[in-house]
C-alpha cells in the first residue's frame, strides 16, 4: 500500500508508483485530496501504473463515477493493517459474500486478539494455561470469541437492523375552504403590494347588435266552410248518458269537434246469449278553428277518414273505453281564407325571446374574448359574476315605422343593440392565495398543538380543486369605483398526516401493531377510518413481526392520487 500525503504532487505520486514492486497499486488517499477529483491527474496515475490494477483507498467518494470510467476500484477502508490482516484481496473490492465477510471478521478479531496479546507479553501465560486445563488445546479463545460476535450480530440485528416500513393510502377527504376578499377597480395600480386581501379586477365593455325575422301567431279567417258530420255515439255504461250541446270530443292529434245539439244515450242491453251490446246513436258534430293546443286546423280535418275514433277529454282513461264516438265516414269539406294578423302580444313575447337571446349571444363572446387572451398569454382571466353582469345593460330595440298591431303580415323584423361591462380577474391568484392560506393554517397548528394531549393531528393539504371556486356571498358593494368584498370558497382534498412522529393519533396507530403479525396489523389499520389501504414490509425478510421499537416502525405515505 503506499500511503498518500496532503503534500503530495501528481509527480510525488507518479514516482511512488513506479517505486512500487508489487502486482498491484493500492493508495492511501487523505481526505480530499485534490488528484481525486481531476479526470486528467487520474487518467496519468492510471498509464504510469501499466497493467497494474489501482485501487484507491479513501472515505472521499464524491468523485466515483470518475474512478467507474478509469477502471479504478475503490475502497472506503482506511486502516492499512486492516488491509495488511485481512489476507484477502477481495475486501478491497467489496465482493465478498455475507458468509464470506462473517468469517473474515472472526479471523480478524482473532489475529488482533493474538497480536495484543503477543506485543503485551501475556501469550506466554494463555499457554501455560492451556497446557495444564485443556491439554494443550486452546482453542476455546476462538470459541468463546466466536460466540460473542455471534451474540452481538443478533443484538445489532434485532435492535438496530429490525425495521418496519408501513405504506398508507390515506382517506382523502373533501374540504371547503372560505375566505373573504376585495375585488377592486385597481388594474393599474400597486395598492395590492400592501394588502394581500384585495384581488385587482379590470372592466371590460361589449358592443352587441343583432337583427332577426319573428312570425306573427293570430290567423284570421273568413269565407270558411268548416266540417260538419255525423259521428257515432257507444254507451257501454249500465245507465244512460246525457251529453250537452257543443259538448267536445276530440282524436288522438287533439283535433276537436263539438255537438250541435244534446244528445242522451240510453244505457246497454243483454241479448238472448247474455252478452252486452252497447246502445248506438248518431249525432251531428261541428268542426272548432283551433286544436286544443291552440293551433289553427284549416284543412287538417280532411285527414280524418272512417273509423276514427274520438274521446271525450273529461272522462277519466278507463271511462274513456265505456263511452266513445266513431266517425261514420270520412270528413271533408273545410276550405277557408285566411291571413296572419300582428297582435300586441307577438311583439312583446318577441322581446322577451330577444332580449334573452341577445345576453346570452353577448355573455359567449367576451368568454370567447377571454378564452384567446388566456391561451395567448397563458393567464387565466375569468369574469366576476357575483351578481347580474347585465344589471347595467343598455339596451335598444328598433321597431319599424311599417309594423303596426292588427296589421295582416306574416312575419315582421326587430333589431337590437346591447350596450354593457363586466369585470375580470386573475382566478389563478385568488387559488394561490386561498392555497397559501391553508398551508399557513396547518404549520400554525403544527407548531401551537400540545401533541401529547390530542387524539387526531393536523391535517395535510393534497390538492386544491381549481373547478369548484366559486362565490357564495356579498358583505358589500360600492359601483364607482368597483369595490366589492365577496366570499370566496374552494374545494380542498386533505388526508391525516401519519408523517409527524411525536402526534399522539401515529403514537396510538404505532402502538397498536407492536410485535404482531403482518396479517394482524394489516387488519387493525385497515379499520382505522382514516386509512384506505396499507402494505407492511417488515426487514430483514426473515422476520414476522412488527418490530416493537417505536423509531424502528416508520410510517410512508403512498399513492394519494
Do not use: G
Not at 415 to 427: A, L, Q, R, S, V
Amino acid at each position: 500500500m503506499i500511503k498518500i500525503n496532503n503534500t503530495d504532487s501528481i509527480v510525488d505520486i507518479i514516482q511512488k508508483i513506479q517505486e512500487e514492486e508489487s502486482k498491484e497499486v493500492i493508495l492511501d488517499f487523505p481526505f480530499w485530496h485534490p488528484i481525486l477529483h481531476n479526470y486528467l491527474s487520474l487518467k496519468i496515475l492510471k498509464n504510469k501504473a501499466w497493467n497494474k490494477p489501482i485501487t484507491i483507498v479513501t472515505k472521499d467518494l464524491t468523485s466515483r463515477k470518475i474512478w467507474k470510467k478509469l477502471w479504478i476500484n475503490f475502497s472506503i477502508i482506511k486502516d492499512s493493517n486492516f488491509i495488511e490482516l485481512s489476507q484477502n484481496a477481495k475486501i478491497i473490492n467489496h465482493n465478498l459474500s455475507y458468509w464470506e465477510y462473517f468469517k473474515f471478521e472472526i479471523n480478524r478479531y482473532s489475529k488482533l486478539l493474538i497480536s495484543y496479546l503477543t506485543k503485551n507479553k501475556k501469550i506466554d501465560e494463555f499457554k501455560k494455561y492451556s497446557l495444564k486445563y485443556y491439554n494443550k488445546n486452546w482453542a476455546w479463545v476462538f470459541i468463546l470469541i466466536l460466540l460473542l460476535s455471534i451474540f452481538i450480530f443478533f443484538v445489532v440485528l434485532f435492535f438496530a437492523i429490525n425495521k418496519t416500513y408501513i405504506y398508507i393510502k390515506p382517506e382523502i377527504n373533501i374540504k371547503t375552504i372560505a375566505y373573504n376578499y376585495i375585488f377592486k377597480d385597481l388594474w393599474n395600480s400597486d395598492e395590492t403590494s400592501s394588502n394581500w386581501k384585495i384581488i385587482k379586477v379590470k372592466k371590460i365593455s361589449k358592443t352587441l347588435s343583432l337583427e332577426e325575422i319573428f312570425q306573427t301567431s293570430w290567423i284570421y279567417a273568413w269565407n270558411s266552410k268548416k266540417t260538419s258530420w255525423e259521428v257515432t255515439f257507444y254507451n257501454t255504461y249500465t245507465e244512460n248518458v246525457s251529453l250537452k250541446i257543443n259538448t267536445r270530443i276530440e282524436n288522438k292529434d287533439w283535433l276537436i269537434f263539438e255537438t250541435k245539439t244534446a244528445v242522451t244515450i240510453p244505457a246497454w242491453s243483454i241479448d238472448t246469449n247474455w252478452k252486452i251490446i252497447p246502445w248506438i246513436i248518431k249525432s251531428e258534430v261541428a268542426a272548432k278553428d283551433y286544436d286544443i293546443n291552440w293551433r289553427y286546423i284549416w284543412t287538417r280535418w280532411n285527414k280524418i277518414i272512417i273509423k276514427e275514433k274520438f274521446s271525450l277529454p273529461w272522462l277519466k282513461w278507463d271511462d274513456k273505453t265505456k263511452i266513445y264516438a266513431m266517425a261514420s265516414w270520412k270528413f271533408s269539406w273545410w276550405s277557408d281564407t285566411y291571413e296572419n294578423i300582428l297582435w300586441e302580444n307577438d311583439i312583446e313575447n318577441s322581446k322577451n325571446i330577444f332580449e334573452d337571446k341577445l345576453k346570452k349571444q353577448a355573455l359567449s363572446e367576451i368568454k370567447s374574448d377571454l378564452d384567446k387572451e388566456n391561451k395567448t398569454n397563458n393567464v387565466t382571466y375569468e369574469i366576476l359574476s357575483y351578481d347580474d353582469i347585465f344589471k347595467n345593460a343598455k339596451v335598444n330595440i328598433t321597431i319599424p315605422d311599417n309594423i303596426k298591431v292588427w296589421e295582416k303580415i306574416k312575419n315582421f323584423q326587430l333589431k337590437w343593440t346591447i350596450d354593457f361591462f363586466c369585470y375580470i380577474y386573475n382566478k389563478d391568484s385568488v387559488i394561490n392565495k386561498l392555497e397559501s392560506i391553508v398551508n399557513e393554517r396547518i404549520i400554525k397548528e403544527e407548531k401551537n398543538i400540545n401533541w401529547e394531549a390530542v387524539s387526531e393531528e393536523v391535517e395535510k393539504l393534497l390538492s386544491i380543486d381549481k373547478n369548484s371556486l366559486r362565490i357564495t356571498n356579498i358583505i358589500y358593494e360600492q359601483t364607482k369605483p368597483l369595490e366589492v368584498k365577496l366570499t370566496i370558497e374552494i374545494d380542498a382534498r386533505m388526508y391525516k398526516n401519519f408523517l409527524n412522529k411525536n402526534s399522539a393519533y401515529v403514537q396510538r396507530l404505532k402502538n397498536w401493531i407492536y410485535w404482531l403479525k403482518k396479517e394482524d396489523a394489516e387488519k387493525i389499520l385497515l379499520n382505522d377510518k382514516n386509512i384506505r389501504n396499507v402494505d407492511i414490509d417488515i426487514q430483514p425478510f426473515f422476520m414476522d413481526k412488527i418490530s416493537n421499537i417505536e423509531n424502528n416502525v416508520i410510517f410512508e405515505i403512498e399513492n394519494t392520487n
